[in-house]
């Protein structure tokens, strides 16, 4: 079984899709600020389709993309309930089939954080540079090196959700020779007034230095417009910075 696969119903009732609605809601400002009027969206790992299905809502022609069944799922049940369409297909982001299709992709919530490889975040820009048409924009964010060494260090175990129907733990560890974070997720979920059933997932994100995020890019042609701390504020970035947000143009 695949990651989130199992987690992905306990994901989507949490407070995860929150960065999504924060992502929605920055997303106007974000065009205006780069002097874009976009019609097409290719969403990567659009996860349970919260960002996707609000850009639909807002007018626009959205694709979704996922690697989990489990997570497409959610999304399309959503986006029936919702009455908004989305064209959702299941794939690896770092073998993109698209040419020419996209006025902006966006990859949201770290997600290219779970490409391992070096190479694979390579082949996914350029599989993204492929995609987007001429002057499109490719938005994304990354959890940095220091964010996923904090978590480990200072955050070893976090109670990530404590309700009446679920409890969740997240256990974090960091490879220093790999640079390596492994997320250790267990949640225990109550039934019928018992708890009933224990979901166990295990997930990898590898912390990139800035400089091999941006030798990729300039690899796959694309031209750097910002390199913010915080997209919402469009702050710099710093050595402490969380995530690392960039607008890059193609």
């Known amino acids: 079984m695949g990651i ?44 349970e389709g919260t960002f996707a299905i609000s850009m639909a809502q807002a007018g626009y022609q959205v694709t979704g993309i996922d690697r989990s069944p489990a997570m497409l799922k959610l999304a399309k049940t959503k986006s029936r309930t919702e009455k908004v369409s989305v064209t959702w297909r299941q794939l690896e982001m770092q073998h993109l089939e698209y040419e020419n299709s996209f006025d902006i992709v966006t990859c949201w919530f770290d997600s290219l954080n779970y490409l391992l490889e070096l190479d694979d975040l390579c082949a996914t820009f350029r599989g993204v540079h492929n995609a ?45 020779d790999k640079n390596i974070a492994t997320f250790y997720i267990t949640a225990f979920v109550k039934e019928k007034d018992r708890w009933l059933r224990r979901v166990d997932e295990i997930h990898k994100e590898r912390g990139y230095t800035i400089g091999e995020i941006q030798e990729c890019l300039k690899d796959a042609g694309f031209q750097e417009l910002a390199c913010w701390g915080d997209l919402e504020d469009q702050s710099p970035l710093t050595k402490e910075s969380r995530r690392v947000y960039f607008i890059t143009q193609k």
């Open 4 to 47: 989130y696969d199992a987690f992905a119903p306990y994901y989507a009732s949490g407070g995860f899709t929150q960065y999504s609605q924060r992502m929605t809601e920055a997303f106007p400002s974000l065009m205006r600020h780069f002097n874009q009027t976009p019609e097409t969206i290719l969403d990567l790992a659009c996860g």
């Open 132 to 176: 987007l048409r001429e002057n499109g924009l490719f938005v994304f964010d990354m959890n940095t090196i220091y964010w996923l060494v904090t978590l480990a260090q200072r955050y070893a175990v976090t109670v990530e959700r404590e309700t009446e129907e679920i409890f969740q733990v997240h256990r974090h560890s960091y490879d220093f």
